[in-house]
């Protein structure tokens, strides 16, 4: 006589827990589907997602959305949650991983340290890993991060005009994914960054409020990263609300070596005359705003060997000033929050994790206005300047 079909999914139970109990399923191991299991056992979707659900608040189960079922637990553990004693939510430890292009002083490591102390306040390991802008890189880190079986992934996308094949199937698939410091546009995924375009027209204005109205603009290219965008967005919205109109020629976005991990010393060598005959065809321009802390660098080198010396002969601002105060000048610059951004990051990435249906917020965070010792004032135009 059959079993009554409120008994079930216990029975489905109760045999997946005998081949863990047995090994003949290891910790790691794929678990079949709700449907490969409904049609194994000749019952529902409804009974065996039962069944499944009993074996992960038990601890022996874990799912990963997109990648299905896993038996989680090393065997220390396994035999702890057989005999009742693990605690069904930290039995095994999550892990999450963190993908950015590289670390720097300028930004990166703050990041790093918020994002690796909310982590540990969660009970998550957190696996890192660098692209160094590599596309192919990134796509390798996150291969790595399923073959461990990351719970969840927040990841800083790389530069490029096309996004990531892999990245685009998390999202598809329904992964917890958390987009940190840059988005994807136009993708639905959860994201926390900088408001970039605000941060970027305070800057200009700044300038402004100092008398300057001839303000170029060095950056790389805004098509290979929506971040680059939202600042030039900001520096030509702060122009134009000034009614004052930008001259393409006055945009200087071919920069190549915006980060130090890719950065050699002809690189270096080309970009600074780059800036050098910017600077020569624009003899007007008093001020530059450089989208990154590497852009400023560039700017300041080309000045000196110009002779136009900040901020006497020429005013610079940017995003991401280190703290080196061994520096000859300080610039005035956007700093961005990135203690907020790490803890927000695993919140949302968390969030994901324990609530699939999670929304996939977008936050941006109002970056701090440092006032530094590389603008002065523009007498010729300070008359006119805002208050």
Request: net charge negative.
């Amino acid at each position: 006589m059959s079993a009554p079909q409120r008994n079930l999914y216990t029975i489905v139970y109760q045999a997946l827990k005998e081949r863990i109990e047995k090994n003949e399923m290891k910790d790691g191991d794929k678990l079949p589907s709700e449907r490969e299991l409904a049609e194994q056992f000749e019952v529902s979707t409804i009974t065996t997602k039962k069944a499944l659900d009993l074996l992960v608040d038990e601890g022996l189960v874990v799912r990963r959305r997109g990648l299905g079922s896993f038996v989680q637990l090393d065997d220390t553990a396994k035999r702890k949650a057989l005999s009742g004693q693990a605690d069904p939510v930290s039995g095994g430890k999550r892990i999450i991983g963190l993908v950015m292009e590289d670390f720097s002083s300028s930004f990166g490591l703050e990041l790093l340290r918020s994002i690796e102390s909310a982590a540990a306040k969660n009970n998550y390991h957190l696996c890192i890993k660098r692209s160094l802008g590599d596309q192919n890189l990134e796509e390798e880190a996150i291969d790595q991060l399923f073959s461990i079986q990351a719970d969840g992934i927040i990841i800083m996308p790389s530069h490029g005009k096309h996004y990531s094949k892999k990245i685009l199937k998390m999202i598809a698939d329904g992964f917890p994914i958390v987009f940190v410091d840059r988005y994807l546009s136009g993708i639905p995924g959860a994201y926390v960054g900088t408001d970039n375009e605000n941060g970027a027209k305070q800057l200009i204005e700044h300038l402004f409020a100092h008398g300057h109205r001839e303000i170029g603009i060095v950056s790389a290219s805004p098509e290979d990263a929506v971040t680059l965008k939202d600042r030039m967005d900001g520096y030509l919205q702060a122009h134009s609300e000034q009614g004052l109109r930008v001259p393409e020629q006055q945009m200087l976005c071919k920069v190549r070596t915006t980060q130090p991990f890719n950065r050699s010393e002809s690189g270096a060598e080309e970009d600074i005359q780059r800036v050098c005959e910017f600077l020569r065809q624009h003899p007007d321009m008093t001020a530059v705003f450089a989208a990154e802390y590497e852009n400023a660098l560039i700017v300041k080198k080309a000045g000196e060997r110009l002779g136009r010396i900040i901020p006497q002969q020429l005013s610079l601002v940017c995003f991401d000033v280190p703290n080196d105060y061994l520096s000859d000048i300080h610039i005035t610059h956007i700093k961005q929050d990135e203690e907020k951004m790490g803890e927000l990051a695993v919140e949302l990435l968390h969030q994901q994790i324990l609530h699939p249906d999670t929304p996939a917020n977008q936050l941006r965070i109002a970056g701090m206005f440092v006032q530094g010792s590389s603008v002065s004032t523009n007498n010729e135009e300070s008359e006119h300047a805002t208050p």
